[in-house]
């Protein structure tokens, strides 16, 4: 069902863009027609993120990030851009407790973060003068990490770091309203499917909800 899903979307997407790109974005200039080929595009958003993390893992790490994507790339004739981003979340602390038998309790304290850098393809479709419907898809490596320091009634402790690494795809819709001719407010909803392994991986997907801004040049 992924591989069916993912197939879709991309499909998708590249005929939006093959649709697209047949029509040219225009300005008249007295009573000459001059084509603008190409905008630099600069963007800053502010994210919630739900991490799926499987085999009870969720238990013991914070599954829900606020995250910060910083963006850079270039837009061609007003249709569709290519931006590459980088994106850290938050870090989210986790505190468990267990019985161990015998007046032993453990308390565990875990610390989870993650960061993420890519490149992402958007095909703008025009709504109205202001505001464009906007249509993503992209690729990323994610660099998860989980601190953990474990204290024993005894008096003992442990602690580590787990980490977990993925290539992701991401798949996006989102709309962006031109505040001027060169800012423009956006909002996005994303979902990222990660090469999970189940035999190894406890990191499976994550789902974004993201606000931002755009500066166009």
Not at 36 to 50: A, E
Not at 116 to 129: H, K, R
Not at 180 to 185: G, M, N, Q
Not at 204 to 215: H, P, Q, S, T, Y
Request: negative net charge.
């Amino acid at each position: 069902m992924k591989k069916i899903t993912i197939s879709f979307l991309a499909g998708f997407f590249l005929l939006c863009g093959v649709a697209r790109a047949q029509t040219a974005s225009v300005q008249v200039v007295g009573d000459k027609t001059e084509t603008k080929y190409l905008q630099g595009v600069l963007g800053i958003d502010v994210s919630g993120i739900g991490v799926d993390i499987t085999d009870g893992l969720d238990n013991f790490v914070e599954d829900a990030y606020s995250a910060i994507t910083l963006s850079a790339g270039v837009k061609v004739n007003n249709q569709i851009s290519l931006t590459g981003f980088y994106q850290f979340s938050s870090e989210e602390d986790k505190t468990t407790y267990a019985y161990l038998g015998y007046d032993n309790y453990l308390y565990e304290k875990t610390t989870g973060s993650f960061k993420a850098y890519g490149v992402d393809a958007s095909v703008y479709l025009p709504v109205s003068e202001k505001v464009n419907f906007i249509a993503s898809a992209g690729v990323g490596y994610y660099d998860f990490s989980v601190d953990f320091k474990d204290s024993f009634s005894d008096g003992s402790y442990a602690w580590g770091t787990y980490e977990e690494d993925h290539i992701g795809l991401r798949f996006g819709i989102g709309a962006e309203v031109k505040l001027a001719e060169h800012i423009a407010l956006t909002g996005n909803v994303r979902y990222v499917f990660l090469d999970y392994d189940d035999d190894t991986d406890y990191i499976e997907n994550l789902a974004e909800f993201g606000l931002g801004v755009r500066f166009y040049f």
